[in-house]
């Protein structure tokens, strides 16, 4: 059964830095356009930044400069580099596909179990 798992969460200190990871694992033989989304208490969840298979990289405009998004396609993972955290990251991270293929065929819009980044005011 194809999953996304992530790690890396936890509290750090305004100014400091985290690494996010997420790794799809299951008989997977494509992956689509992986993300970073991330919900606070009482908000939506929002986009934090996406990367295709080609490696095209997309933002929130809050992150910009501060977040940087990769992808290693033979280790089907995701990573969020996260420098210069502020209280307004405080959020829960999840991962997203938008469409994978595993040996049942295609599946679309995965999430993670998402896991929870602190930053304390």
């Known amino acids: 059964q194809v999953q996304l798992v992530e790690s890396g969460g936890g509290l750090v200190q305004a100014g400091g830095s985290l690494r996010l990871s997420c790794k799809a694992s299951?008989?997977?033989?494509?992956?689509?356009?992986m993300g970073w989304y991330r919900q606070a208490p009482g908000n939506q969840r929002e986009l934090v930044a996406t990367?295709?298979?080609?490696?095209?990289?997309t933002y929130a405009d809050s992150v910009k400069g501060r977040f940087t998004i990769s992808r290693d396609n033979d280790k089907k993972t995701v990573h969020l580099q996260m420098n210069s955290l502020k209280a307004e990251d405080t959020a829960v991270y999840y991962c997203?596909?938008?469409?994978?293929?595993?040996?049942?065929?295609?599946?679309?819009?995965?999430w993670g179990q998402g896991t929870q980044v602190t930053v304390p005011p």
């Open positions: 997203n596909v938008d469409r994978m293929t595993d040996n049942r065929g295609p599946l679309y819009d995965i």
């Open positions: 299951g008989i997977i033989f494509t992956i689509g356009v």
């Open positions: 990367i295709t298979s080609s490696g095209s990289t």
